[in-house]
C-alpha cells in the first residue's frame, strides 16, 4: 500500500495531520518554507519535529556549493533520527549530486527534483534502502510527458509534485512506495467512490444559489 506523506510548511497543519493515520510522514521545500513566512530554519524544524508524533520529515538543504551542502545535509539529519535530508539531484548548474551523495551515504536522504530517466539510472549507482528518490511527476506531465517508469530500486520512490487525487492510483500502479499531497488534494480524498449522481445534484445545487446573487 502506498503511503501519503502531506507536503506543506505550514506547522499547524502538520500538528493536524499529525494525529492522521492516513498521514505517513512530511516533505517541505525552500519554495514552501518562504512562503509560509520562514527565516530560521532550526528553530521551525524543531517545531516541527515537536509535533509530527516521530513521523518522517523531509528538510531540504539550501546551499548550491557542495561543500556547503554537505555541512547542512550532516547538520539537518542531527536534528532527528526521523529526518530525511533533500539533496537535488543536481546543482544550478545543472552538475550531477551523485559524488555527494555517495559521500552521504549513511545519512537517510530525500534525492529531490528528479525527472529524466536517466537521473534514474545514474542514481541507481548510489541505490540505498534509507534513501528516497523523489520523481516530479506532476512537473513532468505539465510538459505533456508521462513520468519515466523506475527500474527496481532498493531506495523508496516518491510520487511528486501531485496534481490530482487520481495520481495516487496512478502512482501505487507504477511501484511508486510514497505519493506527496498537498492539504487541498489531501482534503479531497473524502470524495473516493462518492455516488456521481448526488454528486452530480450538488453541484447543480451549488449552481443554483451562486446564481440567486446575479440579476438576469
Known amino acids: 500500500m502506498i503511503s501519503i506523506y502531506c507536503d506543506g510548511a505550514d506547522l499547524a497543519t502538520m500538528a493536524k495531520y499529525a ?22 530554519y532550526r528553530e521551525f524544524a524543531k517545531q516541527v519535529l515537536g509535533v509530527v508524533n516521530g ?13 556547503e551542502m554537505k555541512w547542512q545535509a550532516y547538520e539537518i539529519a542531527s536534528w532527528g533520527e526521523n529526518v530525511w535530508v533533500k539533496i537535488p539531484v543536481t546543482n ?14 549513511g545519512l537517510n536522504l530525500n534525492i ?10 545514474e542514481l541507481s549507482t548510489v541505490d540505498r534502502s534509507h534513501h528516497i528518490v523523489s520523481v516530479f511527476a506532476g512537473r ?24 490530482q487525487t487520481m495520481d495516487l492510483m496512478a502512482a501505487e500502479a507504477s511501484g511508486y512506495d510514497i505519493i506527496t ?14 455516488d456521481l449522481t448526488e454528486y452530480s445534484r450538488e453541484t447543480v445545487c451549488e449552481f443554483f444559489e451562486a446564481g440567486k446573487e446575479i440579476t438576469f
Open 19 to 40: 494525529q492522521d493515520p492516513l498521514i505517513e510522514g512530511f516533505t517541505t521545500n525552500p519554495s514552501l518554507l518562504r512562503k509560509s513566512g520562514i527565516t530560521n
Open 181 to 194: 499531497m498537498t492539504v487541498p488534494l489531501i482534503e479531497k480524498l473524502h470524495l473516493w467512490g462518492k
Open 140 to 163: 513532468i506531465t505539465d510538459t505533456g510527458r508521462l513520468p519515466p517508469m523506475p527500474p527496481r530500486m532498493r531506495a523508496r520512490l516518491l510520487w511528486a509534485s501531485t496534481r
Open 92 to 105: 544550478t548548474k545543472g552538475e550531477s549530486s551523485v559524488p555527494l551523495i555517495d559521500e552521504l551515504s
Open 55 to 67: 513521523k518522517p520529515v523531509s528538510f531540504e538543504v539550501l546551499s548550491d556549493d557542495w561543500e
Open 112 to 121: 529531490t527534483a528528479v525527472m529524466t530517466k536517466e537521473q534514474l539510472d
